[in-house]
Structures are given as C-alpha cells and as structure tokens.
C-alpha cells in the first residue's frame, strides 16, 4: 500500500516541504533502501514493487547514481538508480 502524503499543509511530519520536490521515484522488487550512497552500507529496509518515495537529492557514485529518499513518514536513505523508476 502506499503511504498517504496529504498533510494540513506542505509540510510533511518530518518537517520537509513536499510542494518543493519535484521528482517521485517507485521501487522495483526487492529494493533495498540504506544508510548512505554505498551498496556496503547499512540496510535500513526493504520495499516491494511500487512503493513511493520523494526525491531530496542525489549523489553520483562511483557504483552509480543514488537517489536521496523520504517515504513522507519519517523513513530516509538511499536508493540506487536500478532499484527504482520515474515511471
């Protein structure tokens, strides 16, 4: 299921303003969010196919591109380019 983002205003409960983000990224199977831009780092959890997250940032690393994440609910990390879509 995903999460619901609708707040009172712009401001998530993490204190993010939502109407400022611009990009969406969906999961793909099994994709593992973590701790920093590394596939060596800590795995915070793990989503199916279709869960949403909003785009803070990104870094380009030398194993890829990785998205900065936030679920809209407090959960942020890292996710590498080929575990998620714009689509």
């Known amino acids: 299921p995903n999460p619901d983002f609708s707040t009172d205003d712009s401001t998530g409960v993490d ?13 793909k199977s099994s994709a593992r969010l973590r701790s920093e831009p590394s596939t060596s780092s800590r795995i915070i959890a793990t989503y199916q196919l279709g869960e949403v997250f909003f785009v803070l940032g990104t870094s380009d690393e030398a194993d890829g591109l990785w998205y900065n994440v ?9 996710f590498r380019n080929d575990v998620v879509t714009t689509d």
């Open 15 to 27: 204190g993010i303003d939502y109407d400022s983000i611009n990009l969406i990224v969906y999961t």
């Open 70 to 78: 936030d679920d809209g609910a407090g959960i942020s990390g890292w």
